[in-house]
């Protein structure tokens, strides 16, 4: 089989990227990390080389490509199905599904709020009313996901999936932002936190020096 090749931007910004990097890394399927920093002069033409819609992150397997982030988490649960991305269960995997789309095509108020930035300082915001809606839909999906799914494990269906890749910048934001959240919120997001996958991307994050300034808010 060909080697897996994810393109990915900045660790301590590119939210989208880390959630195909988490699903990788926790599944232990093998991959070789390309980082393209993102918001410099070259971006643009270093992005086109890999990705036809111009975004990261893009997944290269031999003549594959496959862009955004949830087709490719996609892709990788057909590939290694023994690796279970998604729950076993039809109505599970039905909900998993659910959740990671409206993950995806949804929050646009908490996610412009709150950008991804692993090495700001954890301090409030002023937060507006579509973002404490945003929240609160969030922890509801969380605590009906554990509540009905959760009892194998402690991730949103028992063991890790991509719903769980999908949430994972969320667990940031909360953290970063210091967002006040129900215990049940907080120990899920520990869970995501207490990875050796969320810890090595923290760990590289932090790291960078590239500053994306649209994304630093205060």
Request: proline letters at 6%; hydrophobic letters at 45%.
């Amino acid at each position: 089989m060909s080697k897996l090749q994810l393109v990915i931007g900045n660790k301590n910004y590119s939210s989208w990227s880390m959630r195909p990097w988490m699903a990788l890394t926790v599944a232990g399927i093998p991959f070789r990390e390309t980082l393209i920093p993102l918001d410099t002069p070259e971006t643009a033409a270093l992005v086109s080389v890999h990705s036809p819609a111009g975004r990261v992150p893009v997944l290269r397997h031999g003549r594959q490509t496959v862009w955004e982030s949830l087709a490719i988490m996609e892709y990788l649960a057909e590939l290694f199905p023994e690796r279970h991305l998604w729950p076993k269960a039809v109505s599970a995997r039905a909900i998993a599904r659910a959740v990671a789309n409206e993950m995806h095509a949804g929050f646009g108020a908490l996610r412009n709020a709150c950008p991804m930035n692993l090495r700001r300082p954890r301090k409030p915001i002023p937060m507006s009313e579509q973002v404490l809606k945003d929240v609160a839909r969030i922890e509801q999906i969380w605590r009906d996901c554990r509540t009905a799914y959760g009892k194998g494990g402690k991730f949103l269906f028992g063991r890790f999936s991509i719903a769980d890749a999908m949430y994972a910048p969320v667990v940031t934001r909360f953290d970063t932002y210091a967002i006040p959240v129900a215990d049940d919120t907080r120990a899920y997001m520990h869970t995501i936190m207490n990875t050796e996958a969320f810890t090595a991307w923290r760990e590289a994050a932090v790291k960078e020096t590239w500053i994306v300034h649209a994304d630093e808010v205060d």
